[in-house]
């Protein structure tokens, strides 16, 4: 608590003088290592140091760094600070111990040196101390440091700067020093070993690495690096501002994992993976817990590849899906990952090897090094995605019809807005069935996973195995290579995909003859499925046009008496949901809503004679009247629609 009663309470205080010289006053003797110690820092300083190096250290403060460096074999180091103060401390700490170090009273902003003087000049938390806002006067300031370093570093020499690259610091340095001609190298430090001698950072510590080179005339070519974590081959960035951006990127991805580890019970987290190559979305994560299982180091962490197609389905496009597939498959921490359209991959092994290093930065702390962390998934292929036809649409933009594969093993051709990515627009069955068997059921009463190790199906993890009356998922054979759904296949008429449509067909059950629907001025039933493009309105269906008084007054007129007029709503404002029942109750007496498990949408039956009231006992009767009028003597029917168990979840409003 003696570290925090020595910040100052104003940011722009850590570049005055009279702050520092308080503050290592307070201190003492006692070390403050801003941003790691040496052994934290060595895999990315390291590489840059050579033992022969003339090095300055700039505002050494009294940091064990110089002292440690100088351990190590690098002993030409020269230390300078503004603090009169410090410089005396470590003086006295170093005198006998390690003759050749050199420390002076001296300002960053104004050194004596001469020009070219240093091979390298270090700087641990000096600059954002010094640039601690995005002022004019700061800014200033902080030019004036970069010059000095400038004049007295060599050619070929490197200032490498320790910082936290907040925003106006990232992009000071980084516009100075390429505007100068330098490389720019950019190492995230690893996100373990960031922090002070008095705790840790949310934010992660970067090295920057300025490397003087001879501008080249009429050139006005800059090198541009950056290397993340573990990465040995440095991203080479073709302007600033994208280097910029990659930093922030690095630094919202270090957040997100501060915050899942922090406070497991926030809600899901999701982030996308891009293509190095393209800059394209290739992965899009999410990490859900699962806080009523027990964690232990064998049951902590798991990842779960979704095959293609099926990121749309309940279990695996929700937070409430995800985290019961987490506790169906009896994890803690469970990163669900989706892949991408317009990408290619190879197989499930690829996917793994491509996926491994980057998820393992989202496993929980503490778990063991060398642990087998298992990769999950429906069967054991990546599934399929073929897109038979991209489009246009003056309203909805682009858009794709792709063909992929589904539950049960079968084949879905979906009409997709890729403005809405994730949400299935419309979707029909094909009569093609694959003999592939791997299968997710709801509602079942036994729970299994494929356990992939390579590209090859395991048996299925028995411990794993629990009885719920939850999700289930079948583990399957592996398949070899995934088939395309061959073209011209026919489409299965007697198949509903979409809960809502199912019971809005239900609901004409509530037509006195449902099974005689004749033609006519008037109508027996009007349906309403139509999608809104105003998304800031809070109710995605219909438009706000199709429920005002008036036009539903106009929909009334064109019914029979005892006719039916189904609105399918989806609405997330509370106070316009409220509204729309309001005005529909005013326009027709009798209502009824059938609301959709899983799902905002709801289905109102709405009829403009109270007194047609049907009984339940009727209402089942009718719904087999139906059932059999639609069912063709010769023709497939979809056994899994039951009218009357669509029925049984309509209420009277």
């Known amino acids: 608590m003696a570290a925090l009663r020595l910040l100052p309470g104003r940011a722009r205080d850590f570049a005055s003088s009279d702050y520092w010289e308080r503050f290592f006053r307070e201190r003492g003797g006692r070390a403050f290592e801003w941003y790691g110690e040496w052994q934290d820092l060595r895999a990315s300083l390291g590489r840059y ?27 030409d180091i020269t230390n300078v600070d503004i603090s009169e103060v410090v410089i005396k401390q470590m003086q006295e700490r170093s005198a006998h111990l390690r003759p050749k170090m050199t420390y002076m009273v001296m300002d960053v902003l104004q050194m004596d040196f001469p020009d070219e003087r240093f091979q390298v000049v270090l700087d641990k938390g000096t600059l954002d101390a010094l640039l601690t806002d995005g002022e004019e006067t700061t800014l200033s300031r902080a030019e004036r440091m970069f010059a000095e370093i400038s004049r007295v570093l060599q050619f070929g020499g490197r200032y490498l700067c320790v910082t936290l690259a907040q925003a106006h610091v990232s992009k000071m340095a980084i516009e100075y020093f390429s505007r100068e001609g330098w490389m720019v190298r950019i190492h995230q430090v690893s996100g373990d070993k960031a922090g002070t001698s008095e705790g840790e950072f949310a934010l992660p510590i970067f090295v920057y690495v ?149 998820v393992m930065e989202l496993a929980p702390p503490g778990l063991p090094a060398g642990q087998q962390v298992p990769f999950l998934s429906v069967g054991g292929d990546i599934g399929i995605r073929t897109i038979q036809h991209r489009g246009t649409s003056p309203l909805s933009g682009e858009y794709v019809i792709e063909d992929v594969k589904g539950d049960g093993g079968h084949c879905f051709r979906r009409l997709i807005f890729l403005s809405n990515r994730n949400v299935v627009q419309s979707e029909a069955r094909l009569s093609f069935r694959s003999s592939h068997k791997g299968e997710l059921r709801c509602g079942e009463d036994e729970m299994g996973v494929t356990l992939l190790q390579g590209n090859e199906a395991l048996p299925r993890n028995k411990k794993h195995k629990k009885k719920k009356k939850t999700a289930s998922i079948n583990s399957a054979e592996p398949a070899a290579e995934p088939a395309a759904v061959p073209a011209g296949q026919s489409i299965d008429k007697t198949y509903l995909c979409c809960a809502h449509h199912r ?151």
């Open 49 to 75: 140091l050579r033992p022969r190096d003339s090095i300055l250290v700039a505002g050494c403060g009294n940091s064990e760094l110089s002292e440690q460096l100088y351990d190590e074999g690098y002993q």
């Open 210 to 358: 300025m490397t003087k080179i001879r501008r080249v005339p009429g050139s006005a070519l800059c090198i541009l690096e950056l290397c993340a974590e573990a990465q040995d081959k440095p991203i080479r960035f073709k302007s600033t501002e994208h280097l910029i951006e990659a930093v922030k990127e690095m630094q919202h991805y270090s957040l997100l994992r501060s915050q899942i580890n922090k406070n497991p019970s926030s809600g899901t987290v999701s982030l996308d993976l891009c293509s190095k190559d393209t800059g394209q979305a290739r992965y899009t994560l999410h990490v859900v817990h699962s806080l009523t299982v027990k964690a232990s180091f064998d049951n902590k962490f798991a990842i779960f590849i979704v095959p293609q197609g099926r990121e749309t389905e309940w279990l695996f496009g929700t937070d409430e899906g995800r985290k019961q597939l987490a506790t169906c498959a009896g994890f803690w921490r469970l990163v669900t990952v989706a892949l991408h359209r317009d990408q290619h991959y190879e197989g499930m092994e690829a996917i793994q090897a491509e996926l491994s290093e980057k």
């Open 503 to 653: 019971a809005m067909i239900a609901g004409l059950c509530l037509l006195k003859n449902p099974e005689h629907l004749p033609a006519s001025s008037s109508y027996d039933a009007i349906m309403f499925d139509v999608d809104s493009k105003d998304s800031a309105l809070g109710m995605s269906c219909p438009p706000p046009d199709f429920v005002e008084k008036s036009f539903l007054q106009k929909v009334r007129t064109l019914l029979k008496k005892e006719g039916l007029f189904i609105l399918n709503l989806v609405c997330r404002d509370t106070q316009l949901h409220d509204t729309v029942l309001a005005t529909l109750r005013e326009t027709f007496p009798l209502l009824y809503v059938r609301r959709i498990e899983g799902e905002v949408n709801e289905i109102l039956f709405c009829q403009q004679q109270a007194k047609h009231k049907l009984p339940p006992a009727e209402l089942r009767d009718t719904a087999q009247i139906l059932e059999k009028a639609l069912r063709q003597p010769g023709q497939a029917w979809d056994a899994t629609y039951v009218l009357a168990d669509v029925l049984e979840a309509v209420k009277l409003l």
